[in-house]
């Protein structure tokens, strides 16, 4: 254990990373130990005598409406545009958008079934914007595939997770400074936790539509507004 402390040590001083980044190395360096073990090359896991290793975790920054509204303008396609509508309103990963069927919407009752982390179903919700957007793309298309987002080529495959990212990019690219902050589905995930937050709705409300099995996991996701906290701050002091 005191091999891996030192080889730590020298390695973050070498490289000049910060303790996040190095943090991240500890864990791989547990995870191989942890195998060995697990396969009995090893009698004992020396990692488990190695604690992680602490550092300042960063707020995570929601998008505001007004970078939601730029990156609005930068959709040069009805895909683009419904892909970040569906983002924004349903709160979902990128990994359950790609994998989502144009069965999975239920457009009486506006809800799309995902199917996510932990092979756990749930249910979220399409906003007014979303459910247009999505209508608009779907009506646009050619092709019979069952997969709610295709390719654009022909045989319009599914997309996968990669296709997602490369089009946040570059809405993000051509948002340019209007947008202040890397925009990724990630964050437009955090962005519908934030503004649920903000319009009062229920922890344990938006723990269900993010489907986190932890609650502590969903209040990481919270950023309660500056003008919230001020006004709860007055009414608990009068």
């Not at 490369?166 to 690219?173: C, H, L, V």
């Not at 229920?202 to 489907?211: F, R």
């Not at 986190?212 to 990481?220: F, Q």
Request: with cysteine; charged share 25%.
């Amino acid at each position: 254990a005191n091999d891996i402390r030192v080889y730590l040590y020298n390695y973050q001083q070498e490289r000049e990373i910060t303790n996040r980044s190095l943090d991240k190395v500890r864990g791989c360096i547990a995870s191989f130990y942890s195998w060995m073990h697990i396969e009995g090359y090893i009698e004992k896991n020396p990692t488990l005598a190695v604690n992680k290793i602490k550092y300042e975790k960063k707020s995570r920054k929601p998008c505001s409406q007004m970078d939601l509204e730029y990156l609005r303008m930068a959709c040069k396609t009805l895909k683009q545009k419904a892909i970040l509508e569906v983002l924004y309103s349903t709160g979902c990963r990128v990994g359950e958008l790609v994998i989502l069927k144009k069965s999975d919407i239920d457009w009486r009752e506006k809800t799309v079934h995902l199917f996510g982390k932990g092979q756990k179903h749930r249910t979220s919700f399409l906003n007014a914007k979303a459910e247009v957007a999505l209508r608009e793309y779907l009506n646009s298309r050619e092709d019979d595939n069952e997969w709610l987002f295709v390719s654009d080529r022909k045989p319009h495959n599914q997309m996968h997770v990669s296709g997602i990212q490369k089009i946040m990019r570059e809405m993000a690219a051509r948002a340019g400074d209007n947008v202040d902050k890397k925009v990724t589905p990630h964050v437009l995930r955090h962005t519908c936790a934030s503004v649920l937050a903000n319009n009062n709705a229920n922890i344990t409300s938006i723990q269900q539509i993010l489907g986190h099995s932890n609650i502590n996991v969903t209040m990481t996701y919270i950023h309660t507004s500056l003008e919230n906290a001020k006004a709860d701050h007055f009414f608990f002091g009068n």
